[in-house]
T-cell receptor, first 117, second 113 residues
Framework: GAGVSQSPRYKVAKRGQDVALRCDPI?????LFWYQQALGQGPEFLTY????????KSGLPSDRFFAERPEGSVSTLKIQRTQQEDSAVYLC???????????????FGEGSRLTVL | GESVGLHLPTLSVQEGDNSIINCAYS??????FIWYKQESGKGPQFIID?????DKRQGQRVTVLLNKTVKHLSLQIAATQPGDSAVYFC????????????FGKGTLLTVNP
């Protein structure tokens, strides 16, 4: 498709389960970002990839969160042993530039809504 | 329900009126600012941006004003339409970062026909 695609759109997990969220960025986009958006809040930065390299993971809340982009295209955000506080919308964004906000507009996907029971 | 924990500032306007949405940013080192529109169930959509060497920028029906002295940003929407109803977020490049954005809490704009 023409935009950033995320799947699943909705995921319900029992506390303690592992989940994997997928992001298909716009074809050819070098930079990929994950943001977490809690209900009623603005998105918060999680991590940033340039091609396959994860250049910043400072926003990942704990070591239960792991992101990868092995071939520099599709990315997966994995959350192990989910907790109720992990419930949020996880947004993926991509940019054609090398992450430079001054040169490339960020395009966001529609997000994956995770509910942990 | 959905309203639990939802403490967004809200703005309600009549169709055809002008809307002004305000935002205070936190980091004086930030030098690039973006306004995003987010409709229910969708991701944020870019509206307009401004760099710190400017104090005003205009787009189609939208104007962004930047006051660096008081770290304040505003978005003006002319002739507001029902399709403008959404949550609006300001974002800053965190302390001058060239890739990381810090988003504000958002404002819910409701346009009454």
């Amino acid at each position: 498709g023409a935009g950033v695609s995320q799947s699943p759109r909705y995921k319900v997990a029992k506390r303690g389960q592992d989940v994997a969220l997928r992001c298909d960025p716009i074809s050819g986009h070098v930079s990929l970002f994950w943001y977490q958006q809690a209900l009623g809040q603005g998105p918060e930065f999680l991590t940033y990839f340039q091609n396959e390299a994860q250049l910043d993971k400072s926003g990942l809340p704990s070591d239960r969160f792991f992101a990868e982009r092995p071939e520099g295209s599709v990315s997966t955000l994995k959350i192990q042993r989910t907790q109720q506080e992990d419930s949020a919308v996880y947004l993926c964004a991509s940019s054609g530039g090398t992450g430079n906000l001054n040169t490339g507009e960020l395009f966001f996907g529609e997000g994956s809504r995770l509910t942990v029971l | 329900g959905e309203s639990v924990g939802l403490h967004l500032p809200t703005l309600s306007v009549q169709e055809g009126d002008n809307s002004i949405i305000n935002c205070a940013y936190s980091n004086s080192a930030s030098d690039y600012f973006i306004w995003y529109k987010q409709e229910s169930g969708k991701g944020p959509q870019f509206i307009i941006d401004i760099r710190s060497n400017m104090d005003k920028r205009q787009g189609q029906r939208v104007t962004v004003l930047l006051n660096k002295t008081v770290k304040h940003l505003s978005l003006q929407i002319a002739a507001t339409q029902p399709g403008d109803s959404a949550v609006y977020f300001c974002a800053e490049n965190s302390g001058g970062s060239n890739y990381k954005l810090t988003f504000g809490k958002g404002t819910l704009l409701t346009v009454n026909p």
